[in-house]
Nanobody, 124 residues
């Protein structure tokens, strides 16, 4: 059974940084996509960034140049480094896995497995 467990959320002032982690277990697929999504109160869940098993990455326009998605295959862990945080980045952040790397990457319904989420709060 695939399990994803996020950690690293918290509160930070605008301009600050946070790093999120997502520990994955229970699968040994050689090809997959892993992504970070976020959902703010009253808003739809939106894709933040995705990384393919070969390391190819794509970012939402709203986070380009500020966020970096990367993975440590030896540790089966996905990361999201968030710099220059803004109040509008405040949301619950989720990691998710699409075992088929379908397009468009940000469609929520393509993701087979989800973590429980970790809260990120950015104050002005």
């Amino acid at each position: 059974q695939v399990q994803l467990v996020e950690s690293g959320g918290g509160s930070v002032q605008a301009g600050g940084s946070l790093s999120l982690s997502c520990a994955a277990s229970g699968y040994t697929y050689s090809r997959y996509c892993m992504a970070w999504f976020r959902q703010a109160p009253g808003k739809e869940r939106e894709g933040v960034a995705v990384i393919r098993s070969d390391g190819f990455t794509t970012y939402a326009d709203s986070v380009k140049g500020r966020f970096t998605i990367y993975q440590d295959n030896a540790k089966n862990t996905l990361y999201l480094q968030m710099n220059s945080l803004k109040p509008e980045d405040t949301a619950m952040y989720y990691c998710a896995t699409d075992l088929f790397c379908r397009r468009p990457w940000h469609w929520v319904q393509f993701y087979n497995y989800w973590g429980q989420g970790t809260q990120v709060t950015v104050s002005s």
